[in-house]
């Protein structure tokens, strides 16, 4: 049977393993998917014990994304662009990277909230590893205009440079205005704004003023479960709808499950598998 994991530290609280055991189930594929702690300083050596049992792939999560995509012999763009991986497929000596994250978010956001970015005007919040993992995907769903903000604009500017220097992006970017704005004197209001940065896991609060948010935007963090509630709470407190991640978690399995296997399962089915288990009383 083909095995494959999901690599992190910590690991326990992973979804990954159901999410794919449902994907396999509907999609009728034989496989095996667990969960492997991986120590901080043995993401290498770990990745070498997977090459020689025969794995056939693996998820990786914290904090190993970028040491994935240094490990990998080839890279899509995507991966490329993000320059972090979360997805590697495994063949024998060869490890091939790719980051399905902005994928999943984008399906996510158009798919499952039914927003279209076509002619949006997106606000991106971080330039950090999320941040970096999704932009690309944001900029083929052809936004109208896409601004980053982050503490530190010079990150913001890298990124957007690295973006605006591919040529797989090219041509989105004749659809799109891709630029950069200080954090403190942030102007403009937006249909979409994404938390991707570190302010729900540190518990720093929303790190933009609620002049962002257009009557009814959607305001998505990236995070999911606890750590978003805060920054739901204030979305939904100044007029937006709120979501979290927890979509873009099962859509961006599914990509990786199809690049995998060959088929593409039905996400919004485990979606809403797990949308249940998490409104159950604790």
Known sequence: MDSYYVLGNPIAHSKSPLIHARFAELTGQAMHYGRLLTPLDGFAAMLAHLLQSGARGCNVTVPFKLEAFRAASTQT???????????????????HADNTDGVGLVNDIQNHAGVS????????????GAAAGVLASLLAATPRRLVLVNRTRAKAEAL????????????????????????????????????????SLTGTGVPVDRSVLKPGALAYDMMYGPAAAGFMTWARENGATPRDGLGMLVEQAAEAFAWWRGVRPTASQVLKVLQEIRALPA
């Open 77 to 95: 763009d995507r991966a490329q662009l993000a320059e972090a991986a979360n997805t590697l497929t495994l063949a024998g000596s060869a490890v």
């Open 117 to 128: 970015l076509v002619g949006r005007d997106v606000l991106l919040i971080g330039a950090g």
């Open 160 to 199: 957007v440079d690295r973006h605006k220097a591919h040529v797989s992006m090219q041509d989105f970017l004749k659809k799109t205005e891709l630029a950069t704005q200080d954090l403190p004197s942030l102007k403009g209001d937006f249909d979409v704004v994404i938390n991707a940065s570190s302010s």
